[in-house]
């Protein structure tokens, strides 16, 4: 079974290379679908493959931004890729990542810092969660009275209607997104989200992502198109960092890529036959799974933790490709039955 | 004449405050994503190339040798590698016959 291991000539170890296409997948179909990089995911399960935690980030990075530009593609042709939005976004996103950066080393001077980074990150996947979670049964509760707003149906929580109120110019129009608003309001929730993530030393798409949706006013599907488009962007510019740092294993990246390849198509395809709340809902729980892992973690069950994340990737991901697959099973029943109607009528 | 002048020194200054800020930003940038992944130890990893041959041992060099040009190529492989299969998929995804240029934005 010697053809299933593969030599990785630069971190110098031999790793089990299915394991890495399946990775590879599962977190290109649920990067796909919620818009995010998935690091978190990424990260714990190349260490278990083998990987020196070392590697595993750098590699886990460069994996990314190919991954994110796969999904940007097939996402940009579906018009789900607000581009002058996400590069608006990119700025204030930066900035904000050096600020929070700072703010964790002034917190280094004053000692304890990883304890409060972890619980801060806690504190924001239970808010996450619950707005997630709540906006669902605030929107079911309005359905189930017949209350239906916007040509987009019921939503729970409209907090983005209220900052759209901030006229402080320059208003700018948002073509793919379908709204105006003052470009401070993407700037500084970029910059909110940047200062966390940089503050949290994370990616940052599992902040954005719902920050486009219920402060900003993207709708679910373009949150997750221009989230993908500006997770490209860092992760290929991380890509560069960590490959000079020599924290990067290229046969690793290229192998996982041909994996997340294919689950990037079924994640995003996925997308168009899954209601904007249902995106929301399976994204809501992927993050209680990741505030538990964190949790789990911080109390030393560094196994149950790990095994908690892989356990919700593979769910998850046989969960988006049932929905891809009966999809588009559905329609090209529905485009077969119109063919044969418009054939009957000639 | 004055006022052309006055603004041309604007201009100047300007362009020069311009410069300046994308200066700091490329010193600054590296910081910046570092700051986004975990916090990193010294570390000097030398790739062990003598049962390597090729290409595969054109990288590990590469990698030991000069670090620069190994994080360009990083950058520019995934990049290609990514549009590559991007490109292979979206050939392959046509040829289901779904419609793939289109999709109705329904939230609830």
Redesign the interface.
């Known amino acids: 079974m010697d053809w299933l291991y593969l030599?990785m000539?630069?971190?110098?170890v031999t790793i089990f290379w299915p394991g890495l296409v399946l990775i590879g997948f599962s977190v290109g179909v649920l990067g796909g679908f919620f818009g995010m990089g998935g690091a978190w995911m990424v990260t714990p399960g190349l260490n278990i493959l083998g990987f020196p935690?070392?590697f595993a980030?750098g590699t886990d990075?460069?994996?990314i931004?190919?991954?994110s530009?796969?999904s940007t593609?097939?996402h940009s042709?579906?018009?789900?890729v607000d581009y002058k939005l996400g590069f608006i976004m990119v700025l204030g996103t930066?900035i904000g990542?050096?600020v929070?950066?700072q703010l964790?080393m002034y917190l280094e001077r004053l000692g304890k810092v990883e304890s409060i980074v972890r619980w801060v990150y806690v504190g924001f996947l239970a808010l996450i969660g619950w707005m997630i979670f709540y906006d669902y049964y605030k929107?079911?509760r309005k359905?189930k009275m017949g209350l239906v707003e916007g040509e987009?149906?019921?939503?729970g929580i409209t907090w983005y209607k209220t900052l759209h109120k901030i006229k402080i110019p320059p208003m700018v129009h948002f073509n793919t997104a379908g709204f105006t608003c003052s470009m401070w309001l993407p700037i500084g929730v970029s910059f909110m989200t940047g200062l966390l993530?940089?503050f949290l030393?994370?990616?940052?798409g599992l902040l954005r992502m719902p920050a486009l949706v219920y402060l900003i006013g993207c709708?679910?599907?373009?949150a997750v198109g221009t989230d993908l488009f500006e997770v490209m962007i860092?992760g290929?510019?991380?890509?560069?960092?960590?490959?000079?740092?020599?924290?990067?294993e290229?046969?690793g990246?290229?192998v996982m890529?041909?994996g997340a390849?294919?689950g990037?198509?079924i994640g995003t395809?996925a997308?168009?036959y899954a209601?904007?709340?249902g995106i929301r809902l399976a994204f809501g729980t992927c993050v209680v799974a990741c505030m538990v892992s964190i949790v789990l973690k911080e109390f030393s069950f560094t196994a149950l933790s790990a095994g908690l994340i892989l356990g919700t990737i593979g769910l998850m991901s046989t969960y988006i490709t049932v929905i891809m697959l009966k999809g588009?099973a559905y329609?090209?029943r529905e485009?077969k039955a119109r063919e044969k109607a418009v054939a009957r009528a000639a | 004449m004055l006022r052309a002048k006055r603004m041309g020194s604007l201009g100047r200054r300007a362009l020069q405050a311009l410069g300046a800020w994308c200066v700091s930003l490329w010193l600054l940038a590296p910081d910046w994503v570092w700051a986004a992944g975990e916090k990193a130890t010294n570390l000097v990893v030398v790739a062990d190339t003598r049962r390597l041959t090729g290409i595969m041992k054109y990288f590990a060099n590469l990698y030991n040798t000069n670090t620069l040009l190994f994080a360009i190529w990083a950058v520019v492989l995934t990049a290609v590698y990514g549009a590559i299969l991007g490109f292979l998929m979206d050939f392959l995804m046509a040829r289901t016959g779904l419609d793939l240029k289109s999709r109705k934005i329904v939230e609830h």
Do not use: C, D, W
């Open positions: 030599y000539p630069i971190a110098g935690m070392a980030i990075m460069a994996h931004a190919g991954k530009m796969i593609m097939r042709k579906f018009g789900n930066f990542i050096e929070g950066a964790v929107a079911t359905k987009k149906g019921t939503e993530a940089g030393g994370i990616g940052g709708p679910t599907h373009i860092s290929l510019y991380g890509a560069f960092t960590y490959s000079l740092k020599g924290r990067i290229l046969v990246v290229f890529l041909t390849a294919i990037a198509q395809v997308t168009k209601k904007g709340y588009a329609e090209l485009k």
